[in-house]
């Protein structure tokens, strides 16, 4: 069973720029969720796709937006990259049925985004 | 609004030592999961416990234990027999049960440092 993969892994954008991340959901999950984690931080939750749809969303402006496939991957964006978007986004996969709040995540190694 | 705050930004201890980590969370929802994951220095944070907050009995699971004390809001994770593998950071992260997504709320997490 292969985990969750994410490019790219490193990724060096300047003030601006927009930039594409990738996700490849583990095998089975039809759930991914997205995370930014800032350096010394945890994780802080951007938003989940289930079924190409998002489905929750946290404290994050509309310029960090979402798509997921029909193969259940999935892709984060972002516009008019900030200095504080530099951060670890991570993506999790995970089985959505029931009670999401039990769901245990898995997780990518994620892409260390750095905005000069 | 739910926090999770771990007072503990890195321990310290000699292997074989055990070590508790602290965590101490906040939530008005009544029926609410708790989480610890681990984040070794390859970046993926990987799941290692979850308990719902009907259920306070406190289990071992071999070198791992937990104490869950609703009546403090504690979630206690403790490693017995510490081996310098456990280096890592580790979070602890709290959902709510009828959320419409795996939302985690996660603590700033503590830098565990197991030395020889």
């Known amino acids: 069973e292969t985990g969750v993969t994410q490019s790219p892994t490193h990724l060096i954008k300047t003030r601006g720029q927009q930039v594409t991340l990738r996700c490849s959901s583990q095998s089975g999950h039809n759930t991914v969720s997205w995370y930014q984690q800032a350096l010394g931080q945890g994780p802080q939750f951007i938003f989940q796709y289930y079924r190409e749809e998002e489905n929750g969303r946290g404290n994050f402006p509309p310029r960090f937006s979402g798509l997921q496939f029909p193969n259940y991957s999935s892709e984060l964006n972002v516009n008019a990259l900030e200095l504080d978007d530099s951060a670890l986004y991570l993506c999790?996969?995970?089985?959505?049925?029931?009670?999401?709040?039990?769901?245990?995540?898995?997780f990518g190694a994620g892409s260390r985004l750095t905005v000069l | 609004a739910q926090k999770v705050t771990q007072a503990q930004t890195e321990i310290s201890v000699v292997e074989k030592e055990d070590v508790t980590l602290d965590c101490v969370y906040e939530t008005r929802d009544t029926t609410y999961y708790l989480f610890w994951y681990k984040q070794p220095p390859s970046g993926e944070l990987v799941f290692l416990i979850r308990?719902?907050?009907?259920?306070?009995q406190n289990e071992i699971s071999g070198r791992y234990s937990w104490n869950f004390q609703k009546s403090t809001s504690s979630f206690n994770f403790t490693i017995t027999a510490s081996q310098v593998v456990d280096s890592a950071v580790y979070f602890c992260a709290l959902s709510e049960a009828a959320g419409t997504a795996s939302k985690l709320t996660f603590g700033t997490g503590t830098r565990l440092q197991v030395t020889l």
């Open positions: 308990r719902n907050s009907f259920d306070e």
């Open positions: 999790a996969s995970s089985l959505g049925q029931g009670a999401y709040g039990a769901n245990v995540l898995t």
